[in-house]
């Protein structure tokens, strides 16, 4: 085990990408599955809590936490003849994504943080990319993990029959019991979304008279076991893809969504133009826009066919009449991608007055025939409030990245951002959505995982207290 307790280095990991700091009392680095074990025992001994940690690349919160820190640094990745990709949690996704493309394969999540998140971060958060849209999100491409999980020796997780579950460890039993006691409640309280990190995936974990247990440990946010190992199903590499950029008013987009739907895009994504005006840099966006419009859709399509039959349909379609630039070859896909990819880091650089763009709200969905509902709430709620904001995202997903610009540090500047929280996540559940698409609920909106589920939060409380009974594994995050 490698022990840091460098003021210097602790400071470094004492923030996220989000707004919470917390300062750890040492990082731990485990080469290896044994050794994630052992820095458990050694946490509980001393009587640290436990925050696992990839490349803290979340949002919310959950990878800061007061006690360890602890980086499992397992990587490397294996490929078996059914496509299946074993791979160690430290593993970079762009490293994995490098792996695969030499071999023909991929695994189609890509957030938009490819390059730097790792596959443990992904698995603990439920991440999605652009082209969920398409091919969905973490949770269903992990076909097993391994993990350390507290009081029991370091397992694999795989999904069981429930009959075979029933006769298995007592937790186990406890879990698949209160499952299959409240699928009634479960069904009841999952949003209707095509994506969502708020809480445990209960619905996903009970199927088809299977226990699911990895799918009940992806998007756990580090909670309920430390994973060492994630064996994602592949799929194989398109042979090629189109990408179609549109540029559109903020009451068009819903039209235009709906205009492309029917082509089945791979993608379909909203960039706001105001970000790269408002940091001077439109001239990255020169190549890809040819109106003042403040919008900008990306809608990609990917496949095996021949691509002219697709450039046609969509020439034929409801979107015809909205005029795009059609981009086709790798390395121009390649680039423009860069630049939806890019948003949040440029976005990251609006400053005024002490102000800054916030999360909090940055990551809410909706069902997808709701994205005009969405766009018209937090115009609402922003402009009532007389915030600045930006708004980018998953629109074919109805999931949106919108952060106003607001000063934290000032007197009451935390209370407003809660009280905006609150009007927006009742209005997103009210409309059947989540708060949280892909970032996951963290410590930012952890007190409000409860009303997200009224029904479950309790299921959700007891099976955290089953998996983790003293309470070792990042206490404060997600579920409390
Ligand atoms: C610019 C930017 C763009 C982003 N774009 C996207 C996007 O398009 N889609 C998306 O979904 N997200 C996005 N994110 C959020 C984030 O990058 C992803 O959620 C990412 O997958 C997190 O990976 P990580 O390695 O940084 O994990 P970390 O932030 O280090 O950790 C994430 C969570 O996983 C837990 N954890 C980490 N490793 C393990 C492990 N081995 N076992 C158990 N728990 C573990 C941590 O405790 C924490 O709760 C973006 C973030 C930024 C800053």
Redesign the pocket.
Known sequence: LKVVEARGALEDISL??GIIRMKPRLAVYAADEPE?AEALRRAESEGLKV?????????PG??V?EGMV???EGKGAKLSPLGEVACG??T??GELNDFLTGKGRWMP??????A???????????????R?FKYG??VDYVASLR?VLPGEEAREVRPMAVKDALGSSPRTKAIVTLLQEHRKEVAEDKPRVTKN?SGYRLERALHDDVFDEPAL?VG?????????EATFRTVPRPAWRLLFIFESSLDGLQRAAEALKPAAPSALELLDKSVFRQTGRSEMLRAYSKTDYEYMIFCEFDGAGDPADKVAEVAGGGAASLDPIVLASPAEISSAWEVR?????VA?EIRREGKALVPGVEDLVVPPDKLRDLLRVLDDQFSRRGLEYISYG?MGDANL?ARPLMDLGSGGGMRALDDLMVDCFEAVWKMGGSMT????D?RLRAKYVERQYPRTHWMMKEIRRLYDPGGL??PG??IV
Not at 51 to 59: K, L, N, Q
Not at 109 to 114: A, E, G, K, R, W
Not at 116 to 130: E, F, I, K, L, W
């Open positions: 996220d990408a994630v925050t696992p940690r990839g490349a803290g690349t979340s949002i959950q990878a936490g602890l980086f499992p949690t430290a970079v996704k999540v890509d957030p938009s943080s490819y730097s998140c790792t596959v443990g971060g992904m698995v603990a958060n439920n991440s999605s990319g652009s969920t999100s973490t993990a990190s440990l756990s946010e580090g909670t309920l076991g430390v994973v060492t990819n890019g948003t949040l880091l990251q998953h990245h698409g892909e970032h996951g963290g594994l990042n995050v997600k």
